[in-house]
């Protein structure tokens, strides 16, 4: 009789939880909301568009300042083409680094997303400019003590034509970087097309002086003025050069720029409240303008992860951020001293 009682209450427990159970919702917790993009890169459709309408009228503007500068025996028209070869290769790397950063925008291979493609391509594009600037320079120093005659009417003309589609692409790349940067805050401009536009402003540049430089040998007799400004043109494409590298390494290198005080008002907002202390933080540039940060906490009373979260919340260029917390036994002079 008592094992039958038994075994009826253990029946109906038995049911009870059951039916207990299947009240809830047994179904899995979307959990999307906490993933985060990787896709740093804005949308500059508008902005390859132009770009590779200036390749092309860039590419037979070289091509023909090369050729009569050849022809003509004119260095400066020469390193004005040269020059403009460098445009070129620039323009043709910063529209390949376009579309792979959109083609592998969400490739999740790439942990920080894709904003230093174009990076790696102006560091690229520096190295060969670099080569460029070298060879332009020797070959103007060769012909400063062999000098060659020079055929001033065909080598003006062309340089006056290369001025002229100089400031057409300065224009056009001007209008792009205008619709890019729209947005007016720092982290949504396309840098990388802001130095195209500075670079085709300095070949107008060195196209005057080449336009000068022959003038001044037609009517005055000049000669030596040729190669001098072919040696002033590779000055300024090496100097261009040097401030690229200069700039791309360092984010290649995750070297936190100079001009950027992100560390200091990243440690400032955080220690504020005097109990807690980084000890460990990490910033680097994974894009133009954009960082990422790695931050450590200890502190006897540990804030949420989205309290620390919400002091740098006006760090807009701040697009990625880990905070990890440790709690504190231990009193914060000891460890200073230590």
């Known amino acids: ?36 993009a990787h896709d740093f890169v804005p949308d500059f459709s508008h902005a390859e568009q132009r770009t590779r309408i200036v390749i092309g009228i860039t590419a037979v503007m070289m091509v023909l300042e090369i050729a009569v500068g050849w022809t003509s025996h004119s ?15 620039a323009f043709l790397i910063t529209a390949v680094a376009y579309y792979l950063a959109r083609r592998y925008a969400a490739n999740v291979r790439f942990s920080f997303g894709t904003g230093k493609i174009g990076v790696l391509g102006g560091f690229t594009s520096a190295v060969v400019l670099s080569i460029v600037a070298f060879l332009m320079a020797s070959e103007s120093a060769h012909r400063l003590f062999a000098p060659l005659t020079i055929h001033f009417n065909e080598a ?12 057409g692409c300065a ?15 720092g982290q949504h401009q396309d840098l990388n097309l802001r130095a195209a536009y500075l670079h085709v402003l300095a070949d107008a540049f060195t196209s005057v002086l080449a336009i000068t430089a022959l003038t001044g040998g037609k009517f005055f007799g000049w000669a030596w003025l040729d190669p001098v400004v072919g040696i002033v043109g590779s000055g300024v494409v090496f100097s261009w050069a040097y401030g690229l590298l200069r700039d791309t390494s360092g984010i290649l290198l995750d070297r936190t720029p100079l001009s950027s005080d992100l560390p200091e008002e990243i440690l400032r907002a955080v220690e504020a409240d005097g109990d807690s202390i980084v000890t460990d933080l990490h910033v680097w540039q994974v ?15 540990p804030k949420t992860s989205d309290a620390y979260r919400e002091l740098l919340r006006e760090h807009e260029e701040l697009v990625h951020l880990t905070i990890e917390t440790q709690y504190c036994r231990e009193d914060h002079e000891s460890l200073t001293s230590s």
């Open 1 to 36: 009789m008592r094992s039958a009682v038994a075994d009826s209450l253990l029946a109906f427990f038995a049911d009870a939880s059951i039916t207990e159970l299947s009240s809830f919702d047994m179904s899995p917790v979307d959990h999307s909301h906490f993933r985060k």
């Open 75 to 89: 260095m400066a028209l020469l390193a004005d083409g040269w020059h403009m070869s460098t445009h070129v290769i």
């Open 156 to 167: 003006i003309g062309i340089a006056c034509l290369g001025l002229l589609v100089n400031l």
């Open 171 to 185: 224009v056009l790349l001007s209008d792009a970087h205008r619709s890019s940067s729209g947005h007016g805050s």
């Open 287 to 301: 894009g133009m303008g954009k960082f990422a940060a790695i931050v450590s906490i200890v502190a006897h009373e």
